[in-house]
């Protein structure tokens, strides 16, 4: 910034002075050959720079040409990549879908599979009692029939003679003989 300064200031005192001026000698100030040097390096290089001013184009455009060509590619690969999404989709509703039957049709059989082993338990249970119930029946009755020939036994014993028992029980003996 300081060196733009100093520049600036120079040469604005160097105008202020009347150094700079305009200088109307044709041959002094170099003119004919800088028109000539001009005119040169527009003649050849006008040549050179509408060549590579249409390179260029030509590369412009086959760039744009390619660009469309990818722009035509991604748009193709878009509508499949759509169109798989939305196929992608029909077979994941399908799936559950068919999740959803199978859950339904797995609690149903694990339902009826519970209900049929709560009936059969039901049933083993039942016929457990009856058989509990037949021998706490027979228990009872034996206990009973038990009691009763003690009390008989009791009484005969009392009532009954030595000859009188022997009678009996040779009346039953024989009675199991027969």
Do not use: C, W
Request: aromatic content about 4%; cysteine-free.
């Amino acid at each position: 910034m300081h060196l733009f300064t100093q520049t600036l200031v120079r040469f604005s005192s160097l105008i202020a002075d009347g150094g700079v001026s305009f200088n109307p000698d044709i041959f002094e100030t170099n003119v004919v050959n800088l028109a000539i040097l001009t005119g040169g390096i527009f003649y050849l290089g006008s040549n050179a720079l509408s060549e590579s001013l249409v390179e260029r184009q030509q590369k412009i455009l086959g760039a744009i040409q390619e660009a469309e060509e990818r722009l035509e590619q991604a748009t193709e690969r878009l509508k499949e990549s759509k169109t798989q999404l939305e196929q992608a989709q029909l077979v994941i509703a399908s799936i559950k879908e068919d999740a959803e039957t199978t859950a339904k049709q797995v609690k149903s059989a694990i339902l009826t599979e519970g209900k049929n082993e709560i009936e059969r338990l039901t049933s083993a249970a039942k016929s457990q009692i009856v058989t509990i119930e037949a021998q706490v029946r027979k228990q009872i009755s034996d206990y009973v029939v038990s009691l009763a020939l003690q009390r008989v036994t009791l009484q005969l014993e009392g009532k009954l003679s030595d000859a009188a028992q022997q009678q009996i029980l040779d009346r039953n003996i024989s009675k199991l003989k027969d």
